[in-house]
């Protein structure tokens, strides 16, 4: 998949600025919608507030600040998003109830809403429907990521695009830290939620970092139908496409992170069984620092499943690692595989594969067809000196 702007869809204007850990982005698509958010109990002003206007299945833009969450700043912190809202239907010339409106940054500060109202009133113009302004916009809600996170799926007759932001506090109970995902094909209200809330559910909610989930978390879903109905199936096909696209960014963009781990559990009971295991194992701290210190250590790997919920039984399971290109088999079965004592070498070569970027995790619990994929990442040093001193 080609990483392109979310301009590429038809009805779509973007634009952004980055000044400092301060930006903004500002997006225009008029259509209908649909929007996931966090379940976290404390929740960020903005994403009150879209939970209260929800209701319309419409949107026409949305504006998303970076720098500052706007958590826990009570009435004030809800005017403040009520404000963002104001202001950019006066950009784009529409009524505020009709606007997404996000924040992401540090939590517990009151909103600097003086910066938000300048630097959207010095974007407003420059909304266009080339690259570089759906880059703009995509590199505005940065905060620790290291780069822009996008993704587009063209297929024949309409196109699926859409820009996110994670880094970390990343383990979704909906969906990603913030995402912004548009199509030109014509789909109702009520298919564009039934279709966000699985295709969330197969990506981003199965992406963890370091297990915290967000307070921000926000997945906003606009069609602007330009060009006209399409077949269900194909439109959700696009849509998981380019979310499951995201969602791996993140994971591979994860704070502090040395590689990308992929965890692939087959042979489950059922598909929630599968990434309910596959998310234990890939959030797992041990399994973790252990990838991080490239040692073999499958025990981890099979402990973790163990606490996940989903019963199975340990003698049936398979567990392998892979770099996609060699693969080393742990234990089959229930029977240890990687012992020097059975099998002299393998403990060698896992590790020795490991020293990759990229990881494959393969837990086979010989149960049933029932299959499910979690991304995430290894945790380092660089992890706890980036979130150690986040405020200072």
Request: glycine share 10%; aromatic share 6%.
């Amino acid at each position: 998949m080609k990483l392109k702007s979310i301009c590429e869809v038809e009805g779509v204007e973007a634009a952004g600025i980055k000044e400092g850990k301060y930006g903004l982005a500002l997006i225009k698509a008029s259509g209908n919608a649909a929007a996931v958010f966090t379940r976290n109990r404390v929740m960020a002003e903005p994403v009150r507030l879209m939970l209260n206007r929800q209701d319309s299945g419409r949107l026409d833009g949305v504006i998303v600040n970076s720098g500052n969450a706007n958590v826990f700043t009570g009435e004030q912190g809800y005017r403040d998003a009520e404000r963002m809202a104001e202001i950019a239907a006066e950009a784009l010339g529409t009524s505020p109830e009709l606007i997404g409106v996000a924040s992401t940054g540090v939590i517990g500060r009151y909103l600097h809403i003086d910066i938000i109202e300048d630097q959207c009133n010095r974007i407003k113009d420059s909304l266009a429907s080339d690259e570089k302004s759906g880059d703009d916009a995509a590199a505005a809600i940065m905060t620790t990521d290291l780069y822009p996170k996008q993704a587009i799926s063209k297929r024949k007759g309409f196109t699926v695009a859409g820009i996110t932001k994670g880094s970390g506090m990343i383990a979704p109970n909906m969906g990603t830290m913030l995402g912004f995902i548009y199509t030109d094909a014509e789909v109702s209200p009520d298919d564009l939620k039934k279709a966000l809330l699985l295709a969330t559910e197969r990506s981003f909610n199965r992406v963890v970092v370091d297990g915290d989930t967000s307070t921000n978390d926000c997945v906003f879903l606009t069609a602007t139908g330009l060009k006209g109905k399409q077949n269900f199936d194909e439109f959700y096909s696009a849509l998981e496409e380019v979310c499951i696209s995201l969602a791996k960014q993140i994971a591979e963009d994860g704070e502090g992170a040395t590689k990308f781990v992929e965890v692939s559990v087959t042979g489950a009971k059922s598909e929630d069984d599968a990434a309910v295991i596959a998310k234990t194992i890939v959030g797992s701290s041990l399994v973790k620092t252990a990838i991080y210190g490239e040692d073999p250590n499958w025990g981890r790997i099979i402990a973790a499943a163990g606490r996940a919920g989903p019963e199975f039984d340990p003698l049936k399971t398979s567990i392998s690692i892979s770099s996609g290109e060699k693969t080393v088999i742990l234990e089959e079965k229930g029977v240890i595989k990687a012992d020097d004592k059975v099998n002299p070498g393998a403990l060698a070569a896992a590790k020795e594969l490991m020293k990759g970027k990229n990881l494959k995790i393969l837990f086979d619990l010989g149960d049933a067809d029932f299959k499910a994929t979690a991304w995430g990442c290894d945790l380092t040093e660089k992890y706890v000196e980036i979130n150690g001193k986040y405020t200072t």
